[in-house]
Structures are given as C-alpha cells and as structure tokens.
C-alpha cells in the first residue's frame, strides 16, 4: 500500500488503505515544533475523517463495474492529486519540505513498485469486503519482517514474532469464512481474485516498504522529498500503460448524476490528506502515538466495514478478527517497548563515555 517509507525495524501495522507515509518514517524525519493543538487535529483529520472515509468512498467508486476496470486510471489520477499538493506545500509561503531532484534511473524501480503498491490493493478492496481488506494488510508486518531477514539478515525479538502467530492465524481465519458463499444477499463476501489481489499486493506492498527505506539513506532524502520526484513519474508509467490495461470511461457507461464524479475527486483529496496528515503524526507525535493511530484507524475501519457487510455479530470470521488485532497490537507494543530500551540503553553508553 500505508505505509510506506519506512526504516526496516520499525515495521508496525499495516496502512489500511494504500496510503504514501506511514508511521515507519519516524527515524528518517526531522523534527519541527507544533502545539499540542495542531498534533491532535491532524490525528483527528487521519482518523476519524480522511482514512476511514477514503476506503469506503474507493469501495462505492469501485462498485461501479466501469470504475472496476479502470484502476490505472484512477491510481493515477491519485498520484497527481498527490504531487499537486505537495508542490503546493513546497511553495512559498508554505515551505514545508525543499524539493531536492533525484535522477530518472533512479527512482524509475521505486516509482514502479509505488504502482503495484497502490493497483493490487485497490483490484482488492474492488473484489471483496472491507473487513477482509483491512484485516489482510496486517500481513504487511510478518511479510516485512521475512523480507528484512532475507535480504539484510535483521531479527525480530523473540516476543515479536511470537506475537505474529496469531496475528497471521486471524487473517486466515477471516480469509477463510469471509469467503464461503452465503444465500443471504444481504451479507456481502470476498471473492477469489480478492483474495488473490490482496495477497499479491500485501507482497508488493511489502517489497516497496523495503525499498522505500533503502532509497531514504541511498538519496538522502526525507518521505515528502522522496514521494514528490517518484509521485510524477508512476503517473507518467501509468499514463503508457493505461491503453493496454484499462477499459475507458465511454459517455454511455457514465451515470447521470455527478455521484460517481464527485466519489473520485473526493477520493483523490482524501488520499492527500490521508498522507500528509500521516507525515505530521510521525514527525511531531512520535511511533507511539502514530502506533496507537494505526489500530484505531484499523479497529473503526473493520467496524464499519463489518456492518455495511450485513454479517451478524455471531460470525464465525468475528474471532479471526479479534485475534488478528490483538496479535498486531501485542507485536506493535512489543517493538515499540524494544526500541525504548535500545535507545535508552545508547543514551547510557554515551553518558558513561562522556
């Protein structure tokens, strides 16, 4: 997907939509002075309003069979509404990050994992259920964490990978009964290519976190510097594709009424919003708070998801739920308490050495 400029060992939970910044940016961003008042808002703006309401706002764009077909399209329609604004709040009088160029061949493979990293999340939030959706990129942490330990040979704490067994035990629990077919047309299920989409983009999403922390200490760059030179070029490698993948949007197969319109402008805001306001969060709040952010965003998210879904509070799939939360939350916790330590335990060394 968020999510995602990250360093590699302080992967936390999985952005519920395909956000750009995630809370893993937090070692790479310098820090500012904002007032408590200004920390909150942004937290309110992410949770409670643009987050939530972008996955359900791409979720009705998408029950539109033409929309479904045009995921190109609309990806890239994302990125530029992303670029736009963050040239706007490069300028002056803004002037919130200083633009810094990068070359072309550079940023070219990040720039195309950036476009799967958004595509197979949304073909799978398209073709199934919010609440399968969501609980799913929890699969972002352990997939991280193999990667990590794959190529750069890192190791979780002994109670963080513990903590991930459950967590991976829950999605396929959801995985499982969110699936079968039911005769109730009123509850709504995830098909197989959901399923497929959703793992294949929890896998892409997890190579572009990966790469993401690489191309921060390889560049020297911060996450909006970063995301404004790569923004633009995903939608131009979109733009060549789109004609070969994308059905296009003929008048005839675009309803009447401005809903739909109005659904996509107001996605691509919320998609903005979503990742700037991500940005403030870490930069001025530190991962504890971006932490708890995190699973309140994906706590409401399944709750409303759950309810639009039409199953009952009985489900079977409502224990996978429970448990795939709870082990992500104890994974969180325990890596947040981990760094704690570690960073307590330098200030000590420097001390004695002083």
Known sequence: MHDLEKSRDQEGPGSPSPGLLTPQDAPTESKSTYSPFQSIAWMVVNTLATHRLQVFTNKAIFSEPRWKQCQLTFAAMHFLMTWFTLFILSRSPIGVFVPRPALVWHIMPLATAMCFNVILPNLSLAYSTVTFYQIARILLTPTVAIMNFTLYHEVLPKGAMLSLIPACLGVGMVTYYDSIPTDNQTIKTTSTLGIIFAFTG???????????????????????????????????????????????????????????????????????????????????????????????????IVGLGWILSGRPISDRSALGVVVAITGIAMYSFIMLKHKMQKSAGCRVAATAKM
């Not at 990966?210 to 911060?222: C, E, F, P, Q």
């Not at 909006?224 to 995903?234: S, W």
């Open 202 to 300: 929890i896998f892409a999403s997890s190579l572009y976190t990966v790469w993401i922390a690489a191309y921060h200490r390889k560049l020297n760059m911060n996450s909006m510097q970063l995301l404004y030179v790569q923004a633009p070029m995903a939608c131009l490698l979109l733009l060549f594709s789109i004609p070969f993948f994308d059905q296009f949007l003929v008048p005839a197969h675009i309803p009447s009424s401005l809903n739909k319109e109005m659904l996509v402008i107001a996605s691509m805001v919320f998609a903005s919003l979503v990742n700037i306001s991500q940005f403030f969060i870490v930069a001025q709040t530190g991962p504890v708070s971006s932490t708890v952010v995190g699973h309140i965003k994906t706590c409401t």
